[in-house]
């Protein structure tokens, strides 16, 4: 339920970002729809919990790479904190990798918690992005 709820808002956000967020919108929903895809296959075929904890981390230290790429070349501000996000979910990972009472929902629930902000800091971004830009236009 829960997967089917944020690929509805990852849809709405992506078609936002696409139609109103410039070169950013784009990569930044090029990089969350493949990678969120990558994920999927991964956890489909993952059947012992470390490979799928090693899938998830390796997707996300990609996605942190992905997105510090993104917020260093763009003039835009909204970028910088998702990838801020990215860090934090990546720390939590690494975090929750290193206790020695890992448990796999856990670490599971740690790598999602920060899906929806980032989706609510990329709308709100491009949204206030392209109102400055209408304004300059003026």
């Given amino acids: 339920m829960i997967g ?7 849809l709405a ?5 696409i139609l109103r967020g410039g ?9 969350i729809a493949s990678l969120f895809a990558v994920s999927a296959f991964l956890k489909d ?10 899938a998830s981390l390796a997707v996300d230290c990609t996605s942190l790479s992905l997105k510090g ?6 003039r835009r ?3 910088i904190i998702v990838a801020g996000l990215q860090v ?9 990798c290193a206790s020695p009472n890992f448990k796999l929902p856990f670490h599971d629930t740690i790598s999602t918690v920060w899906a929806i ?17 209408l304004r300059v236009e003026r």
């Avoid at 089917?4 to 990852?10: D, E, F, V």
């Avoid at 075929?45 to 090693?54: F, G, R, T």
């Avoid at 902000?117 to 830009?133: C, F, S, W």
């Fill in 4 to 10: 089917i709820a944020y690929s509805i808002a990852l």
């Fill in 13 to 17: 956000t992506a078609l936002f970002a």
């Fill in 23 to 31: 070169r950013e919108g784009r990569m930044i929903v090029m990089i």
């Fill in 45 to 54: 075929v993952s059947h012992e919990p470390l490979y799928a904890m090693v």
């Fill in 69 to 74: 790429w993104l917020a260093l070349s763009s």
């Fill in 77 to 79: 501000r909204w970028p």
């Fill in 88 to 96: 934090v979910s990546v720390g939590m990972q690494l975090a929750i």
């Fill in 117 to 133: 902000p980032t989706l609510l800091v990329i709308a709100l971004g491009v949204y206030l992005d392209r109102r400055h830009d």
